[in-house]
Structures are given as C-alpha cells and as structure tokens.
C-alpha cells in the first residue's frame, strides 16, 4: 500500500488524494491547509496568466509578466510549505492537550495561530499584485486573473476563520481584520465577464 496523504508533502500528493485526506474523519490536514492550498492554487492560475503575458509580442510587458509568474511560483511553494506546517501544528496542539503540557500547548497554539496568519498576509499581497497585473495582462487571460484573485480572496478569508479558531491577541484580530477589509475591497468589482 503506498505512503497516505498525510504522510508525505502536500506538494509531492496527488491532488484527488489531498481532497480525500481533507475529507476524512481525521484532524489533519484541516481547514487552515485547506486555505493555504486555496491560495496556492490562486498563485498558480495567475502564474499562468502571467506566461501568456510573455515573448516579443508584449515587448516591455513580457519581462514585467516574467518576473510576476516566478514570484508566484515560488509563492506557490511557500503555500505548500504552510499547509504542511498547519497539519504539523496541529498535531502538536492535540499531542500537547493529551500530554496535559501547558507550556508545550501554548507554544503550539501560538504556532497555530501564526499559520493562518502568514497565508492571510500572502493572499492580500498577492491579490493586490494580480489585481494591479490585470492592466498590463494579455487579454484573453484575464478571466484566469480574476480566478486568481478570487481564489486568493476566499483563500484569505479561510484563514481568517482558522486563525479565528485559535486564540489570538487582540493585535492579531485588528490586523487580520484590516487585511480582510483590502481582500472585500480588491473583490467589490464584479469578475471582467459580467461587469454591466
């Protein structure tokens, strides 16, 4: 029998068996993993608008597209990388809580709530970046910006639900709450194919 989902990186799983560990009976991976591929998937899909935003025809633009796509790759991989460490957090959370090891609970929790913390600020960055992508964008691809966008966005929004499941200081909510505040704003404009 091969090595379960949960027993190896989330990048190195096959998507269909992400979403099946996802929907198992089992604490790991979560919701806050769950957000932290969301996001990555956004990266992605506006990664690909990027490289079709390449070669002589864009002229300047290319470069500009080039540049944004392998920043987005390599946020992609930050993504994959927090998703395993929010199961990994997680875990230690229940270890913790079962080992009646206060110490060790707080320095998990605070782990915890880090997590979601971190892909919240990312989804905002990058969304504000493939919104400011969407004028300099080939075309034709800008329903896959707005994909990313959207992606980003829910994205943002789950881990603003994960991180709301731990406990936070109130530096942290204000915070988080702003940054929800710039993803609803960047969101506000209906998707380019229905705009009125």
Known sequence: MGESAAARPLAATPCGEIIAALAARTPVPGGGAAAALAAALGCATGAMAARYTTGAKWGERALVAATIAQGLDETSRTLLSLADADSAAYAAVGASRAAGDAAALAAAEARSAQIPAEVLLI??????????????????????????????????????????????????????????????????????????
């Open 123 to 196: 989804c905002v960055v990058q969304a504000q970046l493939l919104e400011s992508f969407r004028t300099v964008c080939n075309p034709r691809l800008l329903s896959d910006v707005d994909v990313g966008i959207a992606l980003l966005a829910g994205a943002g929004r789950a881990a603003v639900a994960t991180l709301g499941a731990n406990p936070q200081t109130p530096e942290q909510r204000q915070l988080a709450l702003s940054q929800l505040r710039i993803l609803e704003t960047i969101t506000a404009h209906p998707p380019g194919g229905l705009t009125p």
